[in-house]
């Protein structure tokens, strides 16, 4: 079955860094678009970047272009998400997503993310 795991959240200081990843299995992952969304407390879950499945496409969200960055090692079936020059209004829970086929929507358990000095 789809499994999706993320890991590499923790606390950083404002303007600060972290990378996150996403550890896939269960479907053929060089396949498939990934996503990373997040959630803060209060507020509805939102995309933050997406790539395609080769790697060759990707978007952001506005309130993080410039500053993070979405790969991902099709050998590895891992997506990653550089974040860098962090800001206390990236505090979140952090999810990878894919959609499947028929458009069934996988999540993972999501990593917690504080930026605070």
């Known amino acids: 079955q789809v499994q999706l795991v993320e890991s590499g959240g923790g606390l950083v200081q404002p303007g600060g860094s972290l990378r996150l990843s996403c550890a896939a299995s269960g479907f053929t992952f060089r396949s498939y678009t990934m996503s990373w969304y997040r959630q803060a407390p209060g507020k509805e879950r939102e995309l933050v970047a997406r790539?395609?499945?080769?790697?060759?496409?990707?978007n952001y969200a506005d309130s993080v272009k410039g500053r993070f960055t979405i790969s991902r090692d099709n050998t590895k079936n891992t997506m990653y998400l550089q974040m860098n020059s962090l800001k206390p209004e990236d505090t979140a829970v952090y999810y990878c997503?894919?959609?499947?086929?028929?458009?069934?929507?996988?999540w993972g358990q999501g990593t917690q993310v504080t930026v605070s000095s």
């Open positions: 790539i395609t499945g080769s790697g060759g496409s990707t």
């Open positions: 997503n894919t959609v499947g086929i028929i458009g069934d929507v996988y």
